[in-house]
C-alpha cells in the first residue's frame, strides 16, 4: 500500500501547493512527503500527527512513505491544517485511482460514539 500512495502521489498535480511555498524559514519538506503521510496515515487508520510522526521512525511503510525524511508533527499538523482543501480534493483522486486499480474498501469506524464509513486502501497483493 506504501508503494501504491507514493507512486499515486507522484502522479497528482500539486502546483497549488507548491504556490503557497515561499523562499523563507526553515529547509521546506516537499508537499508529495506530506501529502503521501497524510494519505497514507488515513489509509491505515493513524489520523493523529503525532503517532504520523512517530511512525517515520518505528514503521516501514510510514519511513517508505517519508523517503527516510522525519517530519516533526507540528509540520504535518500546519500542512494539514494550511492545505485542508487541496487534501481533501487530491485524497478524492487518489480514492479514484485505487478504485480503478481495485484495491479501495470501504469501512465503518466509530469515532466520539458515532459510527462514520470511512474510505480504506487494501493491500496490493501480487
Known sequence: MARFVVSVVSLLDLESLYGHYANVGGKAIAPEVLLGLVVYGYASGVFSSRKIERATYESLPFQFVAGGLHPDHDTIANFRKTFLGEIQALFVQVLL????????KVGNISLDGK????????SIRR
Open 115 to 122: 459510527q462514520k464509513f470511512t474510505p480504506m486502501l487494501q
Open 97 to 104: 485511482l485505487a478504485q480503478e486499480v481495485g484495491v479501495l
